[in-house]
């Protein structure tokens, strides 16, 4: 094998190891910044992006029907209460929870090319929710129909003209606020030993 064979022979291979190297490279640059753009897009599918450490109060009405649930506290650190039906100590976990869920709701499709709201309900809403931050701001919403198969409802943010759906399943659970408010369970107060009704055998046997 002469000098110019074996030359060429180098020459390709070294090509050849730098292409492999380099598709390596550009594989794993796609991996690594696949993860950061698919977090983004989650962010970015939040109705709010308030974190439940900065509401400081929730509210939920029922147009429908002419009701309303709401609960909030004075700051971020303080306890829950509810305001509306009636003031009333709040179930501070059931209150945290709820409040949760709002910082986490999420929509599955946004409609931003809509010029008809009407057949989305959100013009003459059901429901409106709306939460007050430690800033001072206060976000609202109304919620319109269902979509066609159930699965979600039909939102809009205040200020805003496009649509969005939010899953049947995650709104329910905040709507059904409405039914179950956060009230703190009343205590049940032990009977005392000496009111304790008597039962017939132990009543005879006490009898003179």
């Known amino acids: 094998m002469d000098r110019r064979t074996t030359l060429a022979l180098v020459v390709i291979f070294a090509v050849l ?6 598709s390596r490279q550009a594989e794993q640059t796609a991996q690594l910044t696949a ?6 897009s989650a962010d970015e599918n939040v109705v709010w992006k308030a974190p439940a450490d900065q509401i400081l109060s929730v509210r939920v009405v029922d147009r429908a029907r002419s009701r309303s ?4 506290r004075e ?5 829950w209460a509810v305001t509306e039906p009636q003031a009333q100590a709040a179930d501070q976990l059931k ?12 929509f599955t499709q946004a409609l931003t090319d809509v010029t008809d709201l009407a057949p989305f309900g959100v013009l ?3 429901y409106s929710l709306e939460i007050k931050l430690v800033d001072g701001s206060l976000l609202k919403m109304t919620v319109g129909d269902k979509t066609v198969t159930g699965s979600g409802y039909y939102v809009m943010r205040e200020g805003e003209k496009g649509v969005l759906v939010v899953s049947t399943f995650s709104l329910d659970s905040i709507l059904g606020l409405l039914d179950a408010p956060p009230f703190l369970p009343p205590t049940e107060t032990p009977t005392p ?4 009704p008597l039962t017939p055998a132990l009543a005879a046997s006490t009898t003179p």
């Open 193 to 196: 030993a000496s009111e304790t």
């Open 35 to 40: 993860t950061p753009t698919a977090e983004a």
């Open 69 to 72: 649930v709401a609960f909030g």
């Open 17 to 22: 190891l730098i292409y492999v190297l380099w």
């Open 124 to 126: 003459s809403p059901t």
């Open 95 to 106: 209150a945290a929870n709820s409040t949760a869920s709002i910082a986490r709701l999420a």
């Open 75 to 79: 700051t971020a650190q303080a306890s």
